[in-house]
Protein backbone atom coordinates (compact mmCIF):
# COMPACT_ATOMS: atom_id res chain seq x y z
CA UNK A 1 0.00 0.00 0.00
CA UNK A 2 1.43 2.99 -1.19
CA UNK A 3 2.32 5.71 1.92
CA UNK A 4 1.48 9.51 1.56
CA UNK A 5 3.44 12.14 2.99
CA UNK A 6 2.26 14.99 4.56
CA UNK A 7 2.74 18.33 3.11
CA UNK A 8 5.39 20.26 4.72
CA UNK A 9 4.46 23.21 6.19
CA UNK A 10 6.46 26.33 6.66
CA UNK A 11 5.95 28.82 9.21
CA UNK A 12 5.44 32.45 8.15
CA UNK A 13 8.24 34.84 9.92
CA UNK A 14 6.89 37.57 11.47
CA UNK A 15 8.13 41.39 10.24
CA UNK A 16 11.65 42.22 12.04
CA UNK A 17 9.74 45.12 13.26
CA UNK A 18 6.73 43.36 14.99
CA UNK A 19 9.16 41.88 17.10
CA UNK A 20 8.49 43.21 20.80
CA UNK A 21 11.57 42.43 21.83
CA UNK A 22 13.68 44.22 19.67
CA UNK A 23 11.46 47.40 20.41
CA UNK A 24 11.48 46.80 23.98
CA UNK A 25 15.24 46.61 24.08
CA UNK A 26 15.55 49.97 21.46
CA UNK A 27 13.73 51.57 24.37
CA UNK A 28 15.48 50.74 27.48
CA UNK A 29 18.75 51.43 25.58
CA UNK A 30 17.28 55.22 24.35
CA UNK A 31 15.69 55.82 27.92
CA UNK A 32 18.97 54.52 29.35
CA UNK A 33 21.03 56.94 27.34
CA UNK A 34 18.47 60.10 27.71
CA UNK A 35 18.98 59.03 31.70
CA UNK A 36 23.00 59.13 31.47
CA UNK A 37 22.90 62.19 29.21
CA UNK A 38 20.86 64.20 31.51
CA UNK A 39 22.80 63.44 34.69
CA UNK A 40 26.15 63.63 33.40
CA UNK A 41 26.32 65.68 30.20
CA UNK A 42 23.75 67.68 30.18
CA UNK A 43 24.34 71.90 31.06
CA UNK A 44 21.43 71.71 33.23
CA UNK A 45 23.62 69.22 36.73
CA UNK A 46 27.34 70.93 35.46
CA UNK A 47 29.23 72.80 38.01
CA UNK A 48 29.13 76.31 37.20
CA UNK A 49 29.72 77.97 40.79
CA UNK A 50 31.87 77.16 43.50
CA UNK A 51 31.46 79.13 46.69
CA UNK A 52 34.27 79.17 49.81
CA UNK A 53 33.96 80.49 52.37
CA UNK A 54 35.98 80.48 55.38
CA UNK A 55 39.71 81.78 53.76
CA UNK A 56 41.55 85.41 53.41
CA UNK A 57 40.75 86.46 49.69
CA UNK A 58 44.30 85.57 48.09
CA UNK A 59 43.77 81.81 49.01
CA UNK A 60 40.46 81.51 47.96
CA UNK A 61 41.19 82.36 44.85
CA UNK A 62 43.76 79.53 45.01
CA UNK A 63 41.41 76.74 46.57
CA UNK A 64 38.81 78.06 43.87
CA UNK A 65 41.31 77.26 40.84
CA UNK A 66 41.97 74.33 42.43
CA UNK A 67 38.54 72.45 42.86
CA UNK A 68 38.20 74.14 39.24
CA UNK A 69 40.13 71.54 38.26
CA UNK A 70 39.00 68.59 40.79
CA UNK A 71 35.66 68.88 39.10
CA UNK A 72 36.68 67.69 35.74
CA UNK A 73 36.10 64.38 34.60
CA UNK A 74 35.09 61.99 32.28
CA UNK A 75 32.48 59.37 31.41
CA UNK A 76 32.92 57.03 28.09
CA UNK A 77 35.58 59.62 27.19
CA UNK A 78 33.01 62.37 27.48
CA UNK A 79 33.89 65.40 29.29
CA UNK A 80 31.81 66.16 32.21
CA UNK A 81 31.65 68.92 35.35
CA UNK A 82 28.45 66.69 36.42
CA UNK A 83 27.54 67.36 39.95
CA UNK A 84 27.00 63.44 40.63
CA UNK A 85 30.31 62.93 39.46
CA UNK A 86 31.92 65.23 41.80
CA UNK A 87 34.00 62.70 44.77
CA UNK A 88 33.44 65.12 47.61
CA UNK A 89 35.70 62.53 49.77
CA UNK A 90 38.81 62.41 47.52
CA UNK A 91 38.26 66.38 47.00
CA UNK A 92 38.78 67.05 50.76
CA UNK A 93 42.41 65.02 50.85
CA UNK A 94 43.30 66.93 47.85
CA UNK A 95 42.34 70.34 49.56
CA UNK A 96 44.22 69.30 52.85
CA UNK A 97 47.34 67.89 50.84
CA UNK A 98 47.56 71.32 48.74
CA UNK A 99 46.42 73.69 51.26
CA UNK A 100 47.93 72.58 54.68
CA UNK A 101 47.04 75.81 56.19
CA UNK A 102 43.16 74.12 56.25
CA UNK A 103 42.33 72.62 58.98
CA UNK A 104 38.52 71.91 58.54
CA UNK A 105 36.20 71.34 55.20
CA UNK A 106 32.55 70.82 54.74
CA UNK A 107 31.81 70.46 50.91
CA UNK A 108 28.21 70.61 50.14
CA UNK A 109 26.48 69.51 46.48
CA UNK A 110 23.79 72.72 45.85
CA UNK A 111 21.84 71.09 43.14
CA UNK A 112 21.47 71.39 40.31
CA UNK A 113 24.91 73.22 39.76
CA UNK A 114 26.68 74.76 42.35
CA UNK A 115 29.47 73.55 45.24
CA UNK A 116 29.56 75.42 48.58
CA UNK A 117 33.20 74.94 50.34
CA UNK A 118 33.44 75.92 53.92
CA UNK A 119 36.86 75.86 55.59
CA UNK A 120 38.46 76.75 58.58
CA UNK A 121 42.05 77.98 58.76
CA UNK A 122 44.78 77.13 61.36
CA UNK A 123 45.74 79.22 64.41
CA UNK A 124 49.41 79.80 64.80
CA UNK A 125 49.89 79.34 68.25
CA UNK A 126 53.95 78.85 67.90
CA UNK A 127 57.12 78.50 65.91
CA UNK A 128 58.31 75.24 66.24
CA UNK A 129 61.76 74.72 64.73
CA UNK A 130 64.63 72.14 63.74
CA UNK A 131 68.36 73.79 62.87
CA UNK A 132 67.87 76.72 60.84
CA UNK A 133 64.09 75.83 59.54
CA UNK A 134 61.36 77.24 61.55
CA UNK A 135 57.51 76.71 60.80
CA UNK A 136 53.99 78.20 62.20
CA UNK A 137 52.82 75.73 64.86
CA UNK A 138 48.90 75.08 65.18
CA UNK A 139 47.28 73.94 69.00
CA UNK A 140 47.18 70.36 67.45
CA UNK A 141 51.23 70.09 66.79
CA UNK A 142 50.49 70.54 62.51
CA UNK A 143 52.53 73.11 61.09
CA UNK A 144 51.52 74.96 58.40
CA UNK A 145 53.34 78.16 57.09
CA UNK A 146 57.35 79.31 57.51
CA UNK A 147 57.36 80.60 60.41
CA UNK A 148 58.19 84.58 61.10
CA UNK A 149 58.52 83.82 64.89
CA UNK A 150 55.21 83.38 65.79
CA UNK A 151 54.35 83.39 69.34
CA UNK A 152 56.90 80.75 71.90
CA UNK A 153 60.01 79.06 70.07
CA UNK A 154 59.92 75.89 70.64
CA UNK A 155 63.03 73.99 69.16
CA UNK A 156 64.29 70.57 68.63
CA UNK A 157 67.42 68.54 68.13
CA UNK A 158 65.50 65.15 68.13
CA UNK A 159 63.25 65.45 65.18
CA UNK A 160 64.16 62.70 62.49
CA UNK A 161 63.29 63.14 59.06
CA UNK A 162 62.18 65.87 56.79
CA UNK A 163 59.21 68.19 57.45
CA UNK A 164 57.27 69.18 55.30
CA UNK A 165 54.05 71.66 55.68
CA UNK A 166 51.24 69.45 57.04
CA UNK A 167 53.24 67.08 59.20
CA UNK A 168 52.30 66.65 62.71
CA UNK A 169 55.60 67.18 64.78
CA UNK A 170 54.49 67.23 68.14
CA UNK A 171 51.40 65.96 70.36
CA UNK A 172 48.63 67.85 71.71
CA UNK A 173 49.33 67.65 75.04
CA UNK A 174 52.94 67.27 75.15
CA UNK A 175 52.50 71.38 72.93
CA UNK A 176 49.89 72.68 75.05
CA UNK A 177 52.68 71.46 78.30
CA UNK A 178 55.00 73.51 76.70
CA UNK A 179 52.73 76.41 76.02
CA UNK A 180 51.93 76.26 80.00
CA UNK A 181 55.39 76.41 81.15
CA UNK A 182 56.45 79.36 79.19
CA UNK A 183 52.87 81.16 80.31
CA UNK A 184 53.55 80.41 83.53
CA UNK A 185 57.34 81.23 83.46
CA UNK A 186 56.47 84.80 81.82
CA UNK A 187 53.35 85.79 84.02
CA UNK A 188 53.73 84.16 87.50
CA UNK A 189 57.87 84.59 87.41
CA UNK A 190 58.61 87.44 85.23
CA UNK A 191 61.24 85.40 83.29
CA UNK A 192 61.00 86.42 79.54
CA UNK A 193 61.69 83.10 77.47
CA UNK A 194 64.01 83.50 74.51
CA UNK A 195 62.98 79.42 73.37
CA UNK A 196 61.90 76.48 74.81
CA UNK A 197 64.49 73.90 73.76
CA UNK A 198 63.36 69.80 73.48
CA UNK A 199 66.97 68.32 74.18
CA UNK A 200 66.00 64.95 74.59
CA UNK A 201 62.79 62.64 75.23
CA UNK A 202 62.31 64.34 78.64
CA UNK A 203 64.60 67.05 78.81
CA UNK A 204 62.73 70.57 78.27
CA UNK A 205 65.71 73.30 78.32
CA UNK A 206 64.34 76.75 78.86
CA UNK A 207 66.86 80.01 77.80
CA UNK A 208 65.42 82.60 79.00
CA UNK A 209 66.26 86.24 77.17
CA UNK A 210 69.04 87.25 80.64
CA UNK A 211 70.89 84.47 79.11
CA UNK A 212 70.50 81.68 81.57
CA UNK A 213 68.86 78.33 81.23
CA UNK A 214 66.08 76.10 83.41
CA UNK A 215 65.98 72.40 82.87
CA UNK A 216 62.76 70.37 83.49
CA UNK A 217 61.67 67.28 82.64
CA UNK A 218 58.60 67.81 80.77
CA UNK A 219 56.93 64.52 80.88
CA UNK A 220 56.47 64.32 84.15
CA UNK A 221 54.24 67.41 85.61
CA UNK A 222 56.07 70.84 85.86
CA UNK A 223 53.54 71.82 88.48
CA UNK A 224 56.11 70.81 91.62
CA UNK A 225 59.20 72.03 89.18
CA UNK A 226 57.92 75.10 88.62
CA UNK A 227 56.87 75.39 92.50
CA UNK A 228 60.89 74.71 93.33
CA UNK A 229 62.00 77.19 90.90
CA UNK A 230 59.67 80.23 92.46
CA UNK A 231 60.37 79.27 95.95
CA UNK A 232 64.52 79.93 95.10
CA UNK A 233 63.71 82.65 93.10
CA UNK A 234 62.16 84.59 95.67
CA UNK A 235 63.98 83.43 98.73
CA UNK A 236 67.54 83.62 97.47
CA UNK A 237 67.88 85.30 93.74
CA UNK A 238 66.10 88.53 93.71
CA UNK A 239 65.52 89.89 89.86
CA UNK A 240 69.33 91.73 90.55
CA UNK A 241 71.31 88.72 90.68
CA UNK A 242 69.93 86.55 88.06
CA UNK A 243 72.47 87.94 85.70
CA UNK A 244 75.24 85.92 87.21
CA UNK A 245 73.32 82.52 87.17
CA UNK A 246 74.35 79.76 84.28
CA UNK A 247 71.18 77.45 85.22
CA UNK A 248 69.09 76.39 87.42
CA UNK A 249 68.35 72.41 87.71
CA UNK A 250 64.77 71.50 88.38
CA UNK A 251 64.35 67.53 87.81
CA UNK A 252 66.00 66.32 90.97
CA UNK A 253 65.15 66.01 94.33
CA UNK A 254 62.70 68.62 96.35
CA UNK A 255 64.85 71.39 95.78
CA UNK A 256 65.59 73.50 92.66
CA UNK A 257 69.75 73.62 92.35
CA UNK A 258 71.51 76.47 90.44
CA UNK A 259 74.76 77.15 89.36
CA UNK A 260 76.31 80.17 88.60
CA UNK A 261 78.85 81.77 86.22
CA UNK A 262 82.77 81.61 87.52
Not at 59 to 81: A, C, D, H, I
Request: glycine fraction near 4%.
Amino acid sequence: MKQHRKPHRYKKRKPIYRNRFLWLTLFVLLFSFAVFYFLFLADFFQVKEINVAGLQEALRGRLKLSVQGMVENKTLFFPTRSIFLVNTGKMKEDIFRKFPSVAEIEIHRNFPDSLNIAVVEREGLASFCREEDCFVLDKEGVVFDISDHLGPLIRTVIFNGEIELGDKVIGKEELNQLLEVNSRLERDLDIAVKELLISSSEKLTVLTQEGWEIYLNFREGTEWQLTKLKVLLDEKIPPEKRKDLEWIELRFGNFANPKYKS
